[in-house]
């Protein structure tokens, strides 16, 4: 009896033996990805959970999956709970998103859209490989490699993954020309291909230019400075800066802009993020437009970059914003590239304009982001585009610029001078044409049909001089029109067809001269634009 009651006086110590030994036994069965502070105290920070679910998955699921579309909806799961502007970028898509930033492509080298289920060429890119072969606009192309294209339900995405490859590769393409009745055969050599941000510049009237920029990417600059140079040497004081549908891009591209017109130590933006110290941007050098009187065209697409530069003009006094309220991002992109060729673009700050304010408007990551997405429609519905004082701001979110004017955060940039979207009855008739597409379709049906008498018209200035859209050609419009279902009524006929004739005659020269023909013709129903004359002109 004495001997057990030895034994028991050492339980506890022997139980705390076993239990010391089953922490340290349990902890070598932990997975390799648990890294442990101590036996009592186990730091869990740097565990891989989601690794040891993917391979858990692949080891036990019931069917066979693949471990890359696991991997990639894993990625994106995460970043619908951050913002809405992270975005993953599977390989196969990247070319297609980053290539417009970049400034150039690999490819054939021509302007397509898809009529009728066929690929047709609007026109090859001037000193391309599709122009140096001898390809034409309106060519059909019926087949390419020797698959056919033509009537199997082509999109713009397989057009371009046809048609785009390494420079220097061979693409074979059998196309359809009117009045030939065999297919042309063309063996076509892919090459380097230029875009370009610079949709078109000119000068409407004297001492006035006018420049619309559609991104803002690698080349942006270069080519801004080259236009407003030339537009400089015509004799421009004055500039109307068109950011309408731009939906930015590069942050340095958009700080070198606004430098232009700024002095010297003026501020133009600055980021800021919780890992991301503050990063101020001033100007740094004696712009070449400082003394030109400016103006900048903006909407609600105009985001981004787009809203730096405006948004550093409206806060540092340097010029009008006219427009309507522009889209309101105010979030800053940083691109991780994966060596599959897929890539990550995320938030890492916040950019302030130079008041202070910052222009990103309202988000719920808890609540998704289809509202956030659909708030332009709402904008259009509550009225905000047609009148000023439907638009409502957080008072708290104020900010007064060196001048005395009021600006504010949280919602875009609103413009100075706003221009309302006219919304009429009489409107009713060439909205339905407008939405569906049919001034656009006959002006282009027109053209196809017309090449060789509109080959006459060999520059711009002769066709905009001579060509004109008269009672036969608008007749014979209208009956197009009626057999697609949309008849013309007395009034909305009479309120639009002057602005439908400018149209048409617009997309025809678009058509024969790319944006140099289409916009100094369109812009003469432009209301902002107009406005923006009539402002210099006072």
Known sequence: MGQNNRYVKYLPILFSIVLIIGILVGSRLTPISTSNKGIFNIDLSGYDKLSDVVNYILKEYVDSVSRKDLTEEAIDGILTHLDPHSQYIPAEDFNIVNDPLIGNFEGIGIQFRIEEDTIMVVRPIPGGPSEKVGLMAGDRIVTVDDSLIAGVGVTDQMAMSLLKGKRGTNVRVSIFRRGIDELLDFVIIRDIIPTYSVDVYFMP??????????????????????????????????????????????????????????????????????????????????????????????????????????????????????????????????????????????????????????????????????????????????????????????????????????????????????????????????NKLATKGLIFKYAFEYTDRNREQLKKYDTFEKFDSEFEIDNNFFNKFLKYTENKGVKADADGLEYSRDRIKILLKAYIARNLFDDKGFYPIYLRIDDAFNKSLEIFSE
């Open 205 to 430: 009237v004297d001492s006035v230019g006018y420049l619309k920029i559609s991104k803002f990417s690698a080349t942006t600059f270069e080519e801004f400075v080259s236009t407003t140079n030339d537009l400089k040497n015509k004799g421009m004081t004055k500039l109307i800066l068109d950011l309408r549908q731009n939906s930015g891009g590069y942050l340095q591209a958009a700080i070198d802009m606004a430098d232009e017109f700024l002095e010297k130590g003026k501020l133009i933006v600055y980021t800021e993020g919780h890992n991301q110290p503050r990063e101020t941007f001033y100007a740094t050098k004696s712009g070449n437009l400082e003394n030109k009187e400016l103006i900048i065209l903006i909407d609600g697409g105009s985001a981004s970059a787009s809203e730096i530069v405006a948004g550093a003009i409206q806060d540092n006094d340097r010029g009008l914003i006219v427009g309507r309220r522009s889209y309101g991002k105010g979030l800053v992109q940083r691109q991780l590239d994966f060596i599959d060729g897929s890539a990550l673009r995320l938030t890492v700050a916040r950019y302030y304009t130079p008041t202070g304010r910052c222009i990103q408007k309202p988000y719920n990551p808890n609540e998704g982001f289809d509202e956030y997405f659909e708030e332009s429609y709402h904008r259009y519905e509550n009225g905000e585009l047609q009148v000023r004082d439907s638009i409502h701001f957080n008072d708290s979110l104020k900010y007064v610029t060196p001048e005395g004017k009021v600006v504010y955060g949280g919602g875009g940039i609103m413009p100075d001078v706003f221009i309302p979207l006219e919304k009429d009855k009489k409107w009713i008739y060439y």
